[in-house]
């Protein structure tokens, strides 16, 4: 699951290539989804108790919130923990965009994004 979480995250991303999508709001909702398929990045995050790591960890918390909403969470986040990925509550991410953060990982779960 981690795996596909990954891959299509990438896929979706490519969409954003040029520096004016860039500053799109779908792509800036992507961030902490980067840093979560990039373990090493993540690490480093977490070490530096960064801004991304926070907003990573509140979104987590969310998800763990909703897994009655998305079934597929409860897996993912399974794969997140074997990862040393748990979550932690700051409070510094709308709900409105841990909201849409959730939408587009349920998508990339439910395959929309996949390349084969």
Known sequence: MYR???????????????????????????????LISDIAQYKKHEQENSLLYKQVNDLIVFMRKHTHEYPKFKAFLW??????IKGKYFGIVPPEDLREQSKLINMFLNLLYWEE
């Open 79 to 84: 794969t997140l923990e074997s990862r040393e």
């Open 4 to 34: 596909i979480f990954c891959e299509s995250c990438q896929a979706y991303i490519k969409q954003y290539q040029d520096q004016e999508s860039r500053n799109e709001y779908r792509y800036k909702m992507t961030r902490p989804l980067q």
